[in-house]
């Protein structure tokens, strides 16, 4: 089934959030894509609990707050999210619209797209390991989507900071969980921390000093691993294996869609923030402009001016009279509907 909206917007961080909103205020709807499960971009990922203080009129706002703040603003346009999912393909249709697809087969038919991507989609840093690929099909998990599917299993969680400690601390109630890092240090809360050290203290985990050094298929639906520390080796069978090494950002299949790109960044004019393609925009930190600074205050500037040609492409045959929110009746009727 292909779904239908004016504006796929690509990415669901602070900047891709905001533009939901300046397009709202022309009428324009959108679907929003993101890889990761929530919205929030670098802010809910890197630094949730951070203080920005360069947020126009905000003296501090966190990460999570500017995120819950910005999903708020844009409520009232009622915009589509789709998470968890990376866009991997577009493509032009006769009609001049565009098809965005993505990694679970999701289709999107849109009027103009809008790339809000930073600096690429996160991605989780793998086990250094050759062919560690086919083993990702069934044992091995970058992130915990569904939890019952790991009650009463052996599990094999590798980290040392706030994803391995906290899931080490959840799972260990449902689960046979080992936590292995390379040394007994960890860059984890120290609250999460001190959980874990208890539950070992109690026999509820195993904690193991090592790295994986090789992986098994046991072809009976479990993995072998072999972990080295020192010069000793360990290995054991375990369902499941969980690394958490954080994520890094990449660039991904965008580098694919022939648009001019400046040093894996999309060129934009200053005027629209369009891409060499037509219908195509690029705003906040994945473009590159002349003076470019990469702020949050700048993606939010970039939006307004974005929004306000992609009202051209979907109302080709109206004018857009520009509208103070303090004086139009219209949209504030519907900014405080919710
Ligand atoms: P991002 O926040 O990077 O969001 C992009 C989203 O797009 C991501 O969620 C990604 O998963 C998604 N995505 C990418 N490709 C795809 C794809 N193909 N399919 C689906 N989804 C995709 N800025 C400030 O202004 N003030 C500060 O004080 C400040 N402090 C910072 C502190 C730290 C530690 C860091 C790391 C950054 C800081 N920044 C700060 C920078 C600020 O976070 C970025 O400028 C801002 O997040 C850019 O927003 P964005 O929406 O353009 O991109």
Redesign the pocket.
């Known amino acids: 089934m292909i779904e239908k909206t004016d504006v796929v917007i690509?990415?669901?961080?602070?900047?891709?959030?905001f533009a939901i909103f300046e397009l709202g205020l022309l009428n324009i709807s959108c679907h929003v894509?993101?890889?990761?499960d929530r919205?929030?971009?670098?802010?809910?990922?890197?630094?949730p609990e951070?203080?920005?203080?360069?947020?126009p009129s905000r003296v501090s706002i966190s990460?999570q707050e500017l995120t819950d703040d910005l999903l708020a603003q844009a409520k009232p346009f009622n915009p589509t999210y789709h998470l968890s999912?990376?866009?991997?393909k577009i493509e032009k249709l006769k009609s001049n619209e565009w098809l965005v697809k993505?990694?679970i087969n999701k289709t999107i038919q849109a009027k103009c797209i809008v790339?809000?991507?930073?600096?690429?989609?996160?991605v989780p840093r793998k086990i250094p390991l050759k062919d560690i690929e086919q083993f990702e099909v069934r044992n091995i998990l970058y992130a915990v989507r569904n939890k019952s599917i790991l009650k009463d299993k052996k599990l094999l969680i590798v980290g040392g900071g706030d994803s391995a400690l906290d899931w080490t601390n959840e799972l260990s109630k449902t689960s046979n969980v080992t936590l292995m890092h390379r040394r007994k240090e960890f860059k984890a809360s120290p609250d999460s921390v001190s959980k874990m050290l208890e539950l070992e203290k109690d026999k509820k985990i195993n904690f193991l000093m090592g790295q994986i050094k090789n992986i098994e298929d046991l072809n009976n639906g479990k993995i072998k691993v072999e972990t080295k520390h020192n010069e000793e080796i360990t290995d054991f069978e375990i369902d499941y294996l969980l690394p958490f090494f954080g994520l890094k950002?990449e660039?991904?299949?965008?580098a694919n869609w022939g648009l001019n790109l400046n040093e894996n960044l999309i060129s934009v004019d200053t005027e629209k923030f369009e891409t060499s393609v037509p219908s195509i925009f690029a705003?906040?930190?994945?473009n590159t402009y002349p003076g470019k600074l990469?702020?949050?205050?700048?993606?939010f500037h970039e939006a307004a001016l974005m929004a306000q040609e992609c009202f051209k492409y979907c109302y080709p045959d109206k004018k857009n009279i520009f509208r103070y929110t303090t004086s139009s009746k219209e949209l504030q009727k519907k900014l405080t509907s919710v």
Request: glycine share 20%; net charge negative; hydrophobic share 40%.
């Open positions: 690509i990415g669901a961080g602070p900047v891709g959030l894509i993101d890889n990761l919205p929030g971009g670098q802010c809910a990922e890197l630094y951070k203080p920005i203080y360069d947020i990460g999912q990376q866009v991997d993505t990694s790339i809000a991507a930073g600096a690429g989609s996160f950002m660039l991904g299949p965008i705003i906040g930190d994945i990469k702020l949050i205050l700048s993606g």
